[in-house]
């Protein structure tokens, strides 16, 4: 329970500090004098801590964190400081709508959340992936 309560604080502390991170990109950051190269390791850094703590409390849902940001950038949210927030929202929403039907489909069984967003992300992740390789 403490381990999952410090990983949410973890997640709870390091999305504003993401937010403030939000930028048109690289050029126009290096434009107003910022380091670029410094940024990127920081950012990169700050991935790798949000996306374990993220593992460590809602376990491996697979590619509902790989698919959503490219979901909502399809949708139209090119903007980092919009993308990242309907990114949430829309991963929130989706695994709900996992849990709902895995615990609905067959029961009284229960499926594991994990095949279902599998089912549902490997499909889209490989049209994505298709879609990039053009």
Known sequence: ?????????????AIPLSMMFAAQGMLQAAALGVDTR?????????????????VTTAGAVGFVGLVTPHLVRRLGAHDHRVLLPAACLLGGS????????????ISPLQL?????????GVPVFLFLLQREAR
């Not at 594991?112 to 549902?120: N, Q, S």
């Open 1 to 13: 329970f403490l381990g999952d309560l410090r990983a949410g604080l973890i997640v709870a502390l």
């Open 38 to 54: 410094r940024l990127r390791l920081e950012l990169f850094f700050l991935t790798a801590v949000l996306t374990a703590a993220a």
């Open 94 to 105: 989706l695994l709900i709508l996992a849990d709902t039907a895995a615990r609905t489909l």
């Open 112 to 120: 594991p959340v994990g095949v279902l967003t599998a089912l549902f």
